[in-house]
């Protein structure tokens, strides 16, 4: 039986899935290294699900323990394709492509973009290409939503040579958000031909206006940087604050580290960027970090909204989002008048639909893995 293979590189975990390689993949098995870095825990979902504690794991570490724990799965099977997420696609690469060399090579441009991404996004390709020479190797990128968004959504308000050469807001969180969209057109059509905006929130987060499926607004941007705290990054941050680092003495590497490694919901907390371990926290530091996240997150939702001219439905998806109810009533809490308020019981047991007012509020679990494992297909079949 021929298969396809996908892996999806995030900043602090390594999703992966095997499909049958038919025109509509088939799921055979999925899984996740979790929590990279000292207690990382491999989880792969089979009846039942395997779960074993890795140790201290960083994503070469992980692919390793995938690869081995997919090697009885893979037995008598022919990985004919295997397909990447890419964070940063640039304004070159707007849809799934072979990664080549060249196209490799234009990727690893990207890397100061994305530096919590891109570089293990590259690292995994260099793996697969090594362990299934003979697969074709997709790359997938959450760019590539965006693209085409209206030019003051695009721009920044820097001498126009910045912008032509390529100094723009790209957003992110692309395939997640793919997804969820073509979810909607298949299960609520006449919200997808509405305004909706889409909640991802996981350990990276971001909020995206969505139009007739095509996004309108993101709050991430230029980097992955921008927007909302997230579990390490600090997210919308006043330019000053970088000159004032620079003033201070500190180098180009220490202030990447700060804001990618040291900052969000770890550098609030001062101890963990887990909202697990913050929500059962009884440390002060804990419920101001949470504070602070739902905080953006509304303002963000108010912002979303207005770029929309309204608002026909609210998705929330991701981890956080998908699984956090606590966070999700208060988001909503006050939000009647954007005709937002929550079934408080159907939001406890994270149902589907959670709304009780006119507009509808769904949380719909992502699946950036299938999408690309459809871009994968699409090459072998086309």
């Known amino acids: 039986m021929s298969v396809l293979l996908t892996l999806n590189a995030g900043s602090s975990s390594v999703k992966f899935a095997v499909y049958e390689a038919a025109n509509a993949p088939l799921l055979i098995v999925a899984g996740e290294v979790d929590g990279l870095g000292p207690a990382a825990r491999l989880i792969v979902n089979t009846n039942p699900a395997t779960k074993r504690d ?30 990447h997420r890419i964070v940063h696609g640039g304004g070159a690469f707007t849809a799934p492509v072979e990664l080549t060399p060249d196209v490799i090579e234009a990727l690893e441009a990207f890397v100061p973009l994305a530096p919590l991404h891109q570089p293990h996004n ?33 721009t920044f308000a820097l001498p126009r040579r910045f912008y032509e050469a390529g100094v723009r807001r790209y957003g992110f969180h692309g395939l997640s958000y793919d997804y969820i969209t073509d979810k909607l057109r298949a ?25 007739d499926g095509r996004s309108v ?15 390490t990054r600090c997210g919308q941050l006043d330019p000053g604050v970088l000159l004032y680092m620079m003033e201070q003495g500190m ?6 580290s700060i804001l990618y490694e040291e900052s969000g919901l770890q550098g609030l907390s001062g101890f963990s960027h ?30 979303m909204t207005a770029v929309l001219g309204g608002i026909d439905a609210l998705v929330f998806c991701g981890g956080i989002g998908e699984n956090a109810a606590v966070i999700r009533a208060r988001v909503i809490e006050g939000m009647d008048y954007l005709g937002l308020s929550l079934d408080a019981e159907a939001n406890a047991r994270n149902a589907t639909r959670v709304a009780t007012g ?11 893995e299938l999408v690309i494992a459809r871009a994968v297909s699409a090459a072998l079949h086309p």
């Not at 919200?191 to 909706?196: D, F, K, Q, T």
């Not at 607004?217 to 579990?231: E, I, K, N």
């Not at 180098?251 to 990447?256: D, G, L, V």
């Open 187 to 211: 299960d609520c059509p006449e919200l997808a031909a509405g305004r909706v905006v889409i909640a991802h929130l996981g350990n990276g987060a971001s909020m995206c206006a969505v139009r």
């Open 251 to 256: 180098s180009r590497e220490e202030i990447t």
């Open 54 to 83: 890795l140790g201290p794991t960083d994503h070469a570490a992980a692919l390793h323990a995938i690869l081995a724990a997919l090697r009885p799965i893979l037995s008598g099977r022919q990985v004919v394709g295997v397909g």
């Open 274 to 303: 887990d909202m697990r371990t913050l929500q059962a926290s009884d440390d002060p530091r804990a419920a101001e970090a949470i504070d602070y996240y739902v905080f953006r997150i509304r303002r963000e939702l108010g912002a």
């Open 358 to 368: 006119p507009v509808p509020i769904l949380v719909i679990p992502t699946n950036e």
């Open 217 to 231: 607004g993101s709050t991430m941007g230029f980097s992955a940087l921008d927007g909302l705290p997230m579990g």
């Open 122 to 154: 590259l690292a995994m390709v260099a793996a697969a290409r090594q362990a299934f020479p003979d697969a074709v190797q997709i790359g997938c990128f959450d760019t590539a939503f965006h693209a085409g968004h209206p030019w003051v959504n695009d």
